[in-house]
């Protein structure tokens, strides 16, 4: 049995090898898929490492390009030089847009122009992340479906009316325009274009590589968590909370598509009730953009989303037992 295991692992271990040397030459000979990746001041470094590994794996020829060639400064922990300027950047087959600190270049001009020319002779353009924002902003995903990170769904819903913004996707294909959701949502999306140009087979091996597990059906669709409904009201609730002492970190968070509660540490000298009180008065005659009617005594607010999907939200806070001026503050929404 041991002598038959050893084989058994030297078999695979070949096996990886020569998938590694197959990947780097390209299945049908040719010239290897060039892909572009934009970088910008704040870029998510997950939103462009995550495709560069897949890419990277599969033996294409991957660059990095900005506006300067000035180090880019992705977090505090790393620093990145681009491979090209906009000004001398090669075409690229496969174009990346990132997501990450977008403020500023979701709506700059040489950026915007630059995806433009690009995405012209390019047989496919990616965004990761919020990065559908920069992209949606050139006008080239005008009436398409796409998505984007599942906390901003909404915003972009309401910035960009001319498309068909969805959450039950994690990754959209408009066939050259290719959305995914946030973070590692690009992983999904970088093995799905490998799929359309090697085939499943070569995309599936590029997982189990990199020891991911690929779901091409969009098993996990964090978008259509109810944890977007609380993310889009409990500002108002944590500020409020916050005035009555200090907030000291989230003690829970869980749920599925239909309800979902998180609950934060508060340290206060005030009473359960009294906390609750102040939250509560916060929400009266409060409506949000999207929708949601005024907050009652009893602690629930009731609240409409895009969709139309009625939700009860219940705040409740409890003492810890033990910590003296330790509370939970909670937040709870239900689809009714």
Known sequence: MNTLYRYLLRLFTLATILFGAIATTNAAGAAPK????????????????????????????????????????????????????????????????????IDKVQSDPATLAWIKKQ?????????????????????????????????????????????????????VDNGKFIETGGLTAGIDGALHLVSLIAGDGEAHAIAQQMEY??????????????????????????????????????????????????GYRLRSEKTD???????????TGMALDSGGSAAVTTGVWQYRDAEGNQWNVKFNVDSVPGQTGMHVFKIEAVRV
């Open 273 to 283: 009730s009294d906390i609750l009180k102040h939250v509560v008065q916060s929400y």
């Open 119 to 171: 995405s012209a002779h390019a047989t496919y353009v990616m965004s990761v992340c919020n990065g559908a924002f920069t992209l949606a902003n050139t006008g080239l995903l005008s009436g398409l479906k796409v998505t984007t990170t599942a906390g901003r769904i909404d915003e972009l819903r309401k910035k960009h009316p001319e498309l068909q913004v969805v959450r039950d996707q994690r990754v």
């Open 213 to 262: 597990k690929w779901l091409p059906e969009g098993a996990y669709l964090p978008g259509t968590d109810a944890f977007h409904i609380v993310k889009e009201i409990m500002g108002i609730g944590m500020m409020s909370a916050h005035e009555t002492g200090s907030m000291d970190g989230i003690a829970s968070s869980s749920g599925d598509s239909t309800q979902w509660e998180i």
């Open 34 to 101: 060039r892909v572009a990746i934009l970088l910008f001041e704040g870029v998510d470094v997950i939103d462009y490492a995550g495709p560069l590994e897949v890419f990277d794996t599969d033996g294409m020829q991957i660059f990095t390009v900005a506006a300067t060639k000035a180090t880019i400064n992705p977090s505090d922990a790393m620093k990145v030089v681009p491979s090209y300027t906009f000004a001398n950047a090669p075409q690229a087959d496969i174009l990346i847009v990132p997501g990450g600190q």
